[in-house]
C-alpha cells in the first residue's frame, strides 16, 4: 500500500527554456563559481550555480572593511571584485563546464554598452545555461543598482541585453525602489525570461567606539534572515504582477525559509549568505524541500508555487 | 626528514567538535580547548579554523581562530573577548557541541635551511605562534621569542615559548614584565644578536609593520599573520581581501601568513571589533 511517506517527488521546475532537476540555486556573490564549495557539498544536486557578477574587465572591489556583522544578518560592500569575462571563462567556466549542473551568469556592468558586450562574449559559450543580468548591485558607483531603480533604465538595458542574447534571461531586481512590480513589469515587457529578488537591502553600522562607519564605503547591502520578510513579501507581490517565473532569495537558511519563497510565488529559490554559515546550507535545503513534500503527500515541489491560501 | 615546508593544501573538513575545557587566561582572555580529531591531525602552524559559535539567528557569521597548539586530537585556541562572537564563546562550557571548518589557509613556512627563527608576537599575536615555536623546535631550529603586551598579566602563551624557545624576551607597556616599552623595541637588538633567517610577526598591523620594516632594514625574510573580518572563511565571498604587491589577496585562503615584503600596509584594514 503507498503512504504519503514514500511517494517519489518530482522536485524538478523550469525557468525560461531551462529546466533544473530542483528549485535550489545559489545566490551571486556568495558561491564564487563554486569550486570553494565542492569540498562540502556536491554540485551536482543543485538545480544550478548562479555565479558571482563577471564584467567585460577586472574590477578590483571597494576598501576594506568590506563586511559587518548586523543582528541576524551582515552587511557587505565588497563592489563586485572580479577577474573580467575572458579571466573568468578562461578560468571558472572552464572548471564548472566540467561538473554536472546548470550554469547561470550574473552580468554586471558599468555602463549600457559593458553589459551588451559582457553579454555577447558570455553568449558565445555553450556552457553557459543562462544568463542573470544584475541591474540592482548596491555597492558600485557607477552602474549597479541605477539600472535597476528606474523603469525606464531597467526596461533600456533588458531590451539591449535581450538583444544580445539568446540564452535564458533572468533580471535581478532591486529592493531598494518604491514599487518593485512596476519594475518587473517593465523587464517582462522587455523579454526577460524571469526575474530574481531580491539583491540587497541597502544599509549601514557604525562603530559607537570611533564614530566611522563600520564599513569602509560607508553603506552596503543587508543581507541574511534579517531581510527575509521584506523578501518574501516583495517576491508575493512581483510574482502577483508578472507572469515569467520567479526566483525568491532573502535570508533563506532551511527548507522552511525556501517553502515560504515559493508559497509566496517562487518558482525556485536561492541560498547566499546561508552559504557562508554552513556550506552546505543548499544541500540542507534540497532534502528538506523533498521531505516537506513527501511528509505532506505534495508529489512535484512545483505545487508549491502561488499556492499561499488568502 | 626535511623541515622545510612551503605549504600544501590540505583537506579542508566540516567537523562537529566538542568543548573539553574553556577557562579564563586574563583579563579577556580565553582558552578553549576541542576535542577536533580530524582537524586536530591536519592543521599546520599559522593555519585557522572557521568556528561556528552560534545556531540561533541573533548572529550568524562564523568567527575565524588561529590555531595556538594542536595537541592529538585536540585545537587549543587563544581568542580575546571582544564582540557578540566572542562573548558568546567563552560562555561555552565544557561538553557543549559547536562545528568547526578547518584547517584553513596559508600558514607559516619554514625556508630550507632555516638554523636560527625569530618570532615576534605583540598581545594576541601569540595566538598563532604556539605550533610554530614548537614545530620549529622539534626540527631543531634556534627559535627567539620577543613578547609584547600592556601588562605581565597579559602576556599569554608563555608555557609553550619557555618550553621551545632558546631565549624569550618581553616587552610590557606598563613595565611590569621584561622591558618597559613596545616589542618593537626588542627586534633589533635580537636580529643583531641572533641573526636569524626568519622573522615571523603577529599582532596589532601597526606593530607588524614596524617589525618589517624591520627585518626587512637587516635584510632577513619576514612573514606576517594578518587579521580581517571574514564571512566565508573559504574563499567565495571576498571580504577578508588585503592589499598586496600581487594585488588583492584573500586573507583566508591565500594567508592568513603573507610574505611581509608582498603586504601594502593601510590601516584602514584593521579590522574593528567582531
Known amino acids: ?310 | 626528514m626535511s623541515c622545510a615546508s612551503t605549504h600544501e593544501d590540505g583537506h579542508r573538513l566540516l567537523e562537529r567538535v566538542t568543548v573539553v575545557a574553556n577557562d579564563r587566561v586574563t583579563e579577556g582572555v580565553g582558552l578553549i580547548v576541542l576535542e577536533s580529531p580530524r582537524v586536530a591531525r591536519a592543521v599546520r602552524p599559522g593555519q585557522f579554523v572557521h568556528l561556528r559559535i552560534s545556531t540561533g539567528t541573533d548572529f550568524i557569521l562564523r568567527r575565524p581562530f588561529s590555531i595556538h597548539r594542536a595537541e592529538e586530537d585536540r585545537l587549543h585556541i587563544l581568542y580575546q573577548v571582544l564582540g557578540t562572537g566572542t562573548r558568546a564563546l567563552a560562555e561555552k562550557r565544557r561538553g557543549e557541541e559547536m562545528d568547526v571548518i578547518g584547517p584553513l589557509g596559508h600558514g607559516w613556512e619554514i625556508p630550507e635551511g632555516t638554523a636560527h627563527a625569530l618570532l615576534v608576537a605583540g598581545g594576541l599575536g601569540a595566538a598563532p605562534m604556539g605550533m610554530l615555536a614548537e614545530q620549529l623546535s622539534a626540527c631543531g631550529v634556534a627559535v627567539t621569542v620577543a613578547q609584547g603586551a600592556p601588562t605581565a598579566e597579559r602576556l599569554v602563551g608563555q608555557g609553550v615559548f619557555e618550553a621551545t624557545a632558546r631565549r624569550v624576551l618581553t616587552a610590557t607597556d606598563d613595565g611590569s614584565a621584561g622591558e618597559h616599552g613596545f616589542v618593537t623595541g626588542l627586534v633589533e637588538g635580537a636580529l643583531a644578536t641572533d641573526r636569524p633567517d626568519v622573522v615571523y610577526v603577529c599582532g596589532p598591523e601597526a606593530m607588524a609593520r614596524i617589525v618589517t620594516a624591520q627585518a626587512a632594514a637587516a635584510d632577513v625574510p619576514c612573514q606576517v599573520s594578518l587579521e580581517r573580518l571574514m564571512a566565508c572563511g573559504i574563499g567565495a565571498c571576498l571580504s577578508c581581501v588585503v592589499t598586496t604587491t600581487d594585488g588583492q589577496r584573500r586573507a583566508c585562503v591565500d594567508g592568513p601568513v603573507f610574505d611581509a615584503a608582498h603586504v601594502v600596509w593601510d590601516v584602514s584594514e584593521i579590522p574593528p571589533k567582531h
Open chain 1, 1 to 310: 500500500m503507498e503512504s504519503a511517506h514514500n511517494i517519489n517527488v518530482d522536485m524538478s521546475v523550469r525557468i525560461g527554456a531551462l529546466e533544473l532537476r530542483n528549485p535550489v540555486m545559489t545566490g551571486s556573490g556568495t558561491f564564487a563559481a563554486g569550486r570553494e564549495y565542492a569540498e562540502f557539498m556536491d554540485l551536482g544536486r543543485l538545480g544550478a550555480v548562479v555565479t558571482k557578477g563577471v564584467s567585460l574587465n577586472p574590477w578590483a572591489g571597494n576598501a576594506s572593511p568590506r563586511i559587518a556583522e548586523t543582528a541576524s544578518g551582515m552587511l557587505n560592500s565588497i563592489g563586485l571584485q572580479n577577474p573580467g569575462v575572458e579571466s573568468f571563462c578562461a578560468n571558472d567556466l572552464a572548471w564548472l563546464a566540467e561538473q554536472d549542473v546548470p550554469v547561470i551568469v550574473n552580468v554586471s556592468g558599468h555602463s549600457l554598452a559593458e553589459y551588451v558586450a559582457v553579454t555577447e562574449r558570455l553568449d558565445a559559450e555553450d556552457a553557459i545555461d543562462a544568463l542573470e543580468l544584475n541591474i540592482s548591485c548596491p555597492n558600485v558607483d557607477e552602474g549597479g543598482m541605477a539600472f535597476g531603480t528606474s523603469c525606464a533604465a531597467a526596461a533600456d538595458v533588458t531590451r539591449a541585453v535581450r538583444a544580445a542574447t539568446g540564452k535564458t534571461l533572468i533580471v535581478k531586481l532591486s529592493p531598494n525602489v518604491t514599487d518593485i512590480a512596476e519594475i518587473a513589469r517593465s523587464v517582462e515587457a522587455e523579454g526577460a525570461d524571469a526575474v530574481s529578488l531580491i539583491n540587497t537591502l541597502l544599509g549601514m553600522a557604525i562603530d559607537t567606539d570611533t564614530w566611522r562607519p563600520k564599513l569602509a564605503r560607508t553603506v552596503g547591502g543587508l543581507s541574511g534572515p534579517a531581510i527575509k520578510p521584506v523578501a518574501v513579501r516583495m517576491v508575493w507581490q512581483v510574482a502577483s504582477a508578472v507572469s515569467v517565473p520567479v526566483v525568491g532569495m532573502g535570508g533563506i537558511m532551511n527548507a522552511e525559509d525556501a517553502v515560504e519563497f515559493m508559497l509566496a510565488g517562487a518558482t525556485a529559490v536561492a541560498v547566499g549568505t546561508g552559504n557562508f554559515v554552513d556550506p552546505a546550507t543548499t544541500m540542507h535545503v534540497v532534502d528538506g524541500l523533498e521531505r516537506y513534500c513527501r511528509e505532506r503527500g505534495i508529489d512535484r515541489v512545483s505545487a508549491l508555487t502561488g499556492a499561499l491560501k488568502r
